[in-house]
């Protein structure tokens, strides 16, 4: 640990969706637009107490809204520069949770860049990890100001909201070990100078590698890099960029780890997005409790545009151009706001009134329309997706859901966020208290009967766009609440 540094340091990282490209961002031939949530995972790094002259090497990691949620790690240096290796400790403690290959595997990693960047000994540390309460269903209405949630529960028995709590937790861990272990003229969220930027760059290609071993493969990284960096437009890194790092133990890892962090050319293409929605506008994230197998859904779409090359190529352009052309409509409609502040909000009046007379197509200079009409077309290439894998992307249930919600004024549309399937809709609406308040009332009384699938509740969730990315948390009280 730096002495100069402060006795305790964390870091938080917000969830995301995949506002368009679902499917699409595993190609590097196309895009994704993330739009960042302000939904955290937050890391708190604190020095372990010892007695003097005794050493540990032990690192405790506790995540207390959760039952059974402690993991107690010992780590050594592997000779050869083979990385810094984390072996769980068994006990007798009932809190002692299951194995956490995120945990453990954004620990290794961290401690092995860090021994890379700075050699010497690895202090002992207690680490806790908090979340927002959207990041699961079992929120609570009645939680402190300010507190986080006890969620009472064991961590696998907690029902994800899918908003990319493993991303943001391994980019939150791999920072908040940053900021502890490291000076601050190596690594620091908080230099105002273009070394922030190079800061989150470092940050970004550690937690992705850390991310991608942890899932034992390699994703597209559209979550990691919104839990970096904020809202943005995606384009993949090439797999291949990892295929020479090997494994921690392997010799040589400390130094191919530093120079994939440092000195490879990763070919990612992320353009920070500052203004998605305008005042004015927001995005209405809807946790639909019923889940989906997100893993078997992208194997069956990936193998039928295997077998269906043609098929598949013409329907990912069309999805390509409407996906891009609700990016620029929707940059076009936050400069219009900019420029017509008055003219603006008064539409916005307009259209939460409810008044069936008003001309959509006129509504913000026409951008309302075509925002809606841009989602329409890529729902119904979403649709005929689903229909010719066989995989339901957009399926029945969701789609009249969809549709139930576009029908209300001052719903611009919406759309499966990602991967699609059951558990989510992702709503574009004027952020109005009457429009919510339409939307609310329409979602507790709709039901859909005779499948399977049928959602039990739609529940709005409390997210908004956070454009910040990757913060810096020092100097927070963290609380649990009830």
Same mark, same amino acid.
């Given at each position: 640990?730096?002495?100069?540094?402060?006795?305790?340091?964390?870091?938080?990282?917000?969830?995301?969706?995949?506002?368009?490209?679902?499917?699409?961002?595993?190609?590097?031939?196309?895009?994704?637009?993330?739009?960042?949530?302000?939904?955290?995972?937050?890391?708190?790094?604190?020095?372990?107490?010892?007695?003097?002259?005794?050493?540990?090497?032990?690192?405790?990691?506790?995540?207390?809204?959760?039952?059974?949620?402690?993991?107690?790690?010992?780590?050594?240096?592997?000779?050869?520069?083979?990385?810094?290796?984390?072996?769980?400790?068994?006990?007798?403690?009932?809190?002692?949770?299951?194995?956490?290959?995120?945990?453990?595997?954004?620990?290794?990693?961290?401690?092995?860049?860090?021994?890379?960047?700075?050699?010497?000994?690895?202090?002992?540390?207690?680490?806790?990890?908090?979340?927002?309460?959207?990041?699961?269903?079992?929120?609570?209405?009645?939680?402190?100001?300010?507190?986080?949630?006890?969620?009472?529960?064991?961590?696998?028995?907690?029902?994800?909201?899918?908003?990319?709590?493993?991303?943001?937790?391994?980019?939150?861990?791999?920072?908040?070990?940053?900021?502890?272990?490291?000076?601050?003229?190596?690594?620091?969220?908080?230099?105002?100078?273009?070394?922030?930027?190079?800061?989150?760059?470092?940050?970004?290609?550690?937690?992705?590698?850390?991310?991608?071993?942890?899932?034992?493969?390699?994703?597209?990284?559209?979550?990691?890099?919104?839990?970096?960096?904020?809202?943005?437009? &995606?384009?993949?890194?090439?797999?291949?960029?990892?295929?020479?790092?090997?494994?921690?133990?392997?010799?040589?890892?400390?130094?191919?780890?530093?120079?994939?962090?440092?000195?490879?050319?990763?070919?990612?293409?992320?353009?920070?997005?500052?203004?998605?929605?305008?005042?004015?506008?927001?995005?209405?994230?809807?946790?639909?409790?019923?889940?989906?197998?997100?893993?078997?859904?992208?194997?069956?779409?990936?193998?039928?545009?295997?077998?269906?090359?043609?098929?598949?190529?013409?329907?990912?352009?069309?999805?390509?151009?409407?996906?891009?052309?609700?990016?620029?409509?929707?940059?076009?409609?936050?400069? &219009?706001?900019?420029?017509?502040?008055?003219?603006?909000?008064?539409?916005?009046?307009?259209?939460?009134?409810?008044?069936?007379?008003?001309?959509?197509?006129?509504?913000?200079?026409?951008?309302?329309?075509?925002?809606?009409?841009?989602?329409?077309?890529?729902?119904?290439?979403?649709?005929?997706?689903?229909?010719?894998?066989?995989?339901?992307?957009?399926?029945?249930?969701?789609?009249?859901?969809?549709?139930?919600?576009?029908?209300?004024?001052?719903?611009?549309?919406?759309?499966?966020?990602?991967?699609?399937?059951?558990?989510?809709?992702?709503?574009?609406?004027?952020?109005?208290?009457?429009?919510?308040?339409?939307?609310? #009332?329409?979602?507790?009384?709709?039901?859909?009967?005779?499948?399977?699938?049928?959602?039990?509740?739609?529940?709005?969730?409390?997210?908004?766009?956070?454009?910040?990315?990757?913060?810096?948390?020092?100097?927070? #009280?963290?609380?649990?609440?009830?």
């Amino acid at each position: 640990m730096d002495p100069t540094k402060p006795h305790t340091v964390a870091a938080s990282a917000p969830g995301k969706v995949l506002l368009a490209g679902g499917y699409l961002v595993l190609d590097r031939k196309y895009e994704g637009l993330v739009v960042g949530l302000d939904a955290r995972i937050h890391v708190q790094v604190q020095p372990m107490p010892t007695s003097d002259g005794v050493e540990l090497s032990e690192i405790i990691v506790r995540s207390p809204q959760f039952r059974n949620a402690e993991w107690r790690y010992g780590y050594r240096l592997i000779e050869g520069d083979g990385g810094v290796e984390i072996t769980q400790l068994k006990g007798t403690s009932p809190l002692l949770g299951p194995k956490n290959p995120f945990v453990e595997t954004a620990l290794s990693y961290a401690l092995s860049y860090i021994s890379a960047v700075k050699p010497g000994l690895i202090a002992p540390i207690s680490i806790t990890i908090f979340a927002d309460d959207d990041y699961y269903s079992q929120s609570n209405p009645n939680r402190i100001k300010d507190a986080f949630t006890d969620f009472k529960v064991p961590l696998h028995e907690a029902h994800k909201t899918g908003l990319g709590s493993s991303a943001a937790l391994v980019t939150a861990f791999t920072a908040a070990l940053l900021l502890f272990y490291l000076p601050p003229e190596t690594f620091s969220l908080l230099d105002p100078s273009t070394s922030q930027l190079k800061a989150k760059d470092v940050l970004h290609n550690l937690a992705q590698a850390s991310h991608c071993a942890a899932q034992g493969k390699v994703g597209s990284g559209f979550d990691v890099a919104a839990a970096v960096y904020g809202s943005c437009n &995606y384009r993949r890194f090439s797999p291949s960029i990892l295929d020479q790092l090997g494994q921690v133990g392997s010799f040589g890892f400390l130094q191919r780890l530093q120079s994939l962090v440092q000195e490879e050319p990763w070919d990612t293409e992320i353009i920070k997005l500052p203004t998605i929605f305008p005042t004015g506008v927001r995005i209405v994230m809807c946790d639909v409790d019923c889940g989906s197998q997100t893993v078997g859904m992208v194997k069956k779409v990936l193998a039928w545009r295997q077998n269906d090359a043609d098929e598949a190529e013409r329907i990912w352009t069309t999805l390509q151009e409407s996906n891009k052309a609700l990016t620029f409509d929707l940059i076009y409609l936050a400069e &219009y706001a900019k420029l017509n502040p008055s003219a603006f909000k008064q539409d916005l009046e307009s259209i939460a009134s409810g008044d069936a007379s008003i001309d959509k197509k006129k509504v913000w200079n026409g951008h309302y329309a075509n925002i809606a009409t841009t989602i329409q077309k890529i729902r119904s290439a979403i649709r005929e997706m689903s229909d010719k894998s066989n995989v339901p992307i957009e399926p029945v249930e969701q789609q009249r859901l969809l549709d139930a919600c576009s029908a209300l004024p001052g719903v611009i549309g919406g759309v499966v966020p990602g991967a699609g399937g059951y558990d989510a809709i992702v709503l574009l609406v004027a952020d109005h208290e009457l429009v919510m308040k339409r939307l609310e #009332d329409k979602l507790a009384s709709l039901g859909t009967e005779g499948s399977a699938n049928s959602p039990t509740r739609v529940r709005i969730l409390g997210v908004k766009e956070d454009k910040g990315g990757i913060q810096d948390e020092s100097t927070r #009280d963290y609380t649990l609440g009830r």
